[in-house]
């Protein structure tokens, strides 16, 4: 299947490396660390750049480039995605690798940060392809990968078939099961419950919080959500369960409104038939910039980078930005975000909820011992909370946005690794 579809409000033309960077750097002088935590977080540890020739179906032989960055590990292996995308980018790879080690630190989870991405459109690839793309990726990452070194898992258009594939290359190429070296895997080999739909999960439970916060009751909130791949539509799906309105739903193909709300499934539905959700009969057709724009209590954009834009900002109308995609936010939206009251629930806070399972199914997966779904979920809005509580009380108590706060509660813990393991020099 070919779809030839647009990125969103803009292209992915503002570099995130850079506005990561600017993130820690005003973190770092907010907490006033010592020069050294900067000159090491600025920069990934180290990022490898492969090429992974693959025959494809018709005997061509296409060599598609790839990077695996791995960007801090003072508070244990790098962990994250790997991402199938035409348009990733080198610096894209980096800035969300940053991400990670402060993702990972907010939730207090015992990782640094990684991410790779490829540079290739799996839309158009067949399943063989896919196969053998993914089996040359994993050997050419497997010097640097395993269950103590870097633990990747699925991200934007990968999956768990993907991760099997991966698995099952890297437990041949070391000659035993180590089930351990990836997370986001099918429940069959070692995935666990609750996995695949902890990104979107996690992020209803902090839009939750956030809601009591402010006292907005779930039932007939209106909701609209950037996105329906594997964040968004679970997103959709739990927050129209709890009786919210799904009023608003994009993809990369068209977008859609209806003011009584949509039924997720249907939603689904109609994108499993026509491959959008644009279109959805019973919904009057927007732009992605309308639907950034809709008036609602809970915006999620679920999509990729640099989409709430200082142009659109100033018309955003939600309450509450609960970020269950990667950076989606850039410096200038958020300020003026900020000035107008929107209350914007970070990505490294909003969209863990991914990792944070992924971190359970580690676990389980280096104890041999699994847990059912409810425990996980339990676990899972439990950890949630708690960052979540974390987060709120320290942008309260400093007068911040709830991003310089995640950052410092992350940046803090991690230059309070490095330093205890010696790395920023002497006291
Ligand atoms: N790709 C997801 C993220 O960006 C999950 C990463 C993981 O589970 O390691 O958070």
Redesign the pocket.
């Known amino acids: 299947m070919e779809i030839k579809c647009g990125t969103g409000t803009e292209e992915l033309t503002l570099n995130c490396f850079e506005i990561c960077r600017r993130q820690v750097k005003e973190a770092c002088d907010a907490l006033d660390l010592e020069p050294a935590a900067y000159e090491i977080l600025k920069q990934p540890r180290r990022v490898m750049e492969v090429a992974v020739p693959v025959i494809m179906d018709d005997g061509h032989v296409r060599n598609f480039v790839g990077w695996r960055s791995q960007h801090n590990d003072a508070l244990g292996p790098f ?5 199938f995308h035409p348009d990733v980018t080198v610096d894209e790879v980096k800035a ?1 690798s940053m ?2 080690t402060f ?2 630190a907010v939730l207090g989870l015992p ?1 640094g940060g ?2 790779g991405g490829v540079r290739c459109d799996p839309r158009g690839m067949s399943r063989g392809e896919l196969e053998r793309l993914s089996r040359g990726l994993m050997g050419a990452l497997a010097p640097i990968t395993g269950p103590e070194r870097d ?6 258009y ?1 999956n768990p078939q993907i991760m099997a594939w991966m698995v099952d290359e890297f437990s041949r190429l070391r000659d035993y099961n180590s089930f351990g070296v990836m ?2 895997k099918p429940l069959l080999i070692g995935g666990s419950a609750g ?1 695949n739909e ?2 979107g999960r996690g992020c209803v439970y902090t839009c939750l919080e956030a809601m009591k916060q402010l006292g907005i009751p779930v039932a007939g909130a209106r909701v609209a959500i950037q996105g329906f791949g594997n964040a968004g539509s679970v997103a959709a799906h739990l927050l129209h369960q709890r009786g919210a309105r799904i009023v608003a739903v994009g993809d990369s193909c068209g977008s859609t409104f209806q003011a009584g709300g949509m039924d997720p499934a249907a939603l689904a539905d109609h994108k499993r038939r026509t491959g959008t959700v644009g279109g959805f009969p019973t919904g009057t057709p927007i732009t992605t910039e309308q639907l950034l724009q809709t008036e609602c209590e809970v915006l999620i954009p679920a999509a990729l980078e640099n989409q709430l834009t200082a142009r659109v900002a100033g018309g955003v109308r939600a309450r509450i930005v609960g970020e269950a995609a ?1 950076g989606p936010t850039t410096p200038e939206a958020d300020v003026i975000l900020f000035d107008r009251g929107v209350l914007v629930l970070p ?1 490294i806070l909003a ?9 359970f ?1 580690w676990s389980q997966n280096l104890s041999g011992y699994y847990w059912s779904e409810q425990e996980v979920n339990q676990k899972l809005e439990w950890a949630m909370v708690r960052a979540f509580r974390t987060v709120y009380d320290m942008s309260q108590e400093r007068r911040i946005p709830m991003r310089s706060a995640a950052f410092m509660v992350a940046v803090k813990r991690v230059a309070d690794a490095m330093r205890v393991r010696g790395w920023l020099g002497p006291a």
């Open positions: 962990k994250g995605g790997l991402r969300l991400w990670m993702k990972c990782y990684g991410k633990i990747p898992a699925p991200d934007v990968t997370t986001g996995r902890a990104t990667n990505d969209s863990a909820g991914g990792v944070t399972v992924s971190y199914e």
